[in-house]
């Protein structure tokens, strides 16, 4: 089952350092959607994008906070210097094209600690 | 906006009966796609029933199956002979029928399956 497949699933780190969170979609999928879940919080978008672009980031903090999905290899959100309000589950999802349902698959999320 | 609202955070059923979960939305959109998602203890995000809002047919997937009521948009999840694995955080989802876009999610609610 070649599904969207997110790394590492643990991440730990101090305030300050940097944190890179990856996400595979599935084989054949363009589109590529970054969303946070703070603890008893559902999900809350931050970033939307195709290969090469960033369509929507409306969701995603102005500062700190980036994010890619190269041409070839895997979609990239990078928090620069992170802090404790950081500490979340990221979740990525994917889908095959524009228009129809817009059924997303999830990832099973990275879950980050900050220290 | 689109604003998506669950208003029970928690709920418990007795293993093989039936539970039913609230949501609501709040949008300006005359189609659209919504969704129940299921969270277990793994915290991957795993669909369980979609609905099209142009649909007046109800959705339904095996034991699960949702009442939409468009004009007062409510749509309410039905689980039958609910089994423990059911156990799980439940999200309600909104996506406008606007190409690939974000979804919106609301809070969830917890729901424990005793036997």
């Known amino acids: 089952n070649a599904g969207v497949m997110q790394n590492p699933r643990h991440l730990v780190r101090r305030r300050g350092q940097e944190a890179r969170l990856r996400c595979s979609p599935v084989?054949?999928?363009?589109?590529v959607y970054w969303y946070r879940q703070l603890p008893e919080e559902g999900l809350k978008f931050m970033v939307y994008l195709q290969k090469e672009n960033i369509i929507d980031e409306s969701g995603m903090p102005k500062e700190r906070f980036s994010a890619e999905f190269p041409k070839e290899g895997p979609s990239i959100l990078r928090i620069q210097q992170v802090v404790r309000g950081d500490s979340a589950a990221y979740f990525c999802?994917?889908?095959?094209?524009?228009?129809?349902?817009?059924?997303?698959?999830f990832g099973p999320g990275t879950r980050l600690t900050v220290l | 906006a689109q604003t998506v609202t669950q208003s029970q955070p928690e709920m418990s059923v007795q293993e093989a009966e039936t539970v039913t979960l609230s949501c609501t939305y709040d949008?300006?959109?005359?189609?659209?796609?919504l969704f129940w998602y299921k969270q277990p203890p793994s915290r991957q995000m795993i669909l369980v029933i979609r609905q099209e809002a142009y649909k007046q047919q109800n959705a339904t997937e095996n034991r699960f199956s949702v009442n939409f009521q468009k004009a007062a948009k409510s749509f309410s999840l039905k689980i039958s002979d609910s089994q423990l694995g059911d156990t799980a955080m439940y999200f309600c989802?909104?996506?406008?029928?606007?190409?690939?876009?974000?979804?919106?999610f609301g809070k969830g609610t917890r729901l424990s399956v005793i036997a």
């Open positions: 949008t300006s959109e005359s189609n659209y796609y």
């Open positions: 999802a994917s889908s095959p094209r524009t228009g129809g349902a817009n059924e997303q698959f």
């Open positions: 084989k054949g999928h363009s589109h």
């Open positions: 989802a909104f996506s406008p029928n606007s190409g690939n876009t974000p979804l919106v």
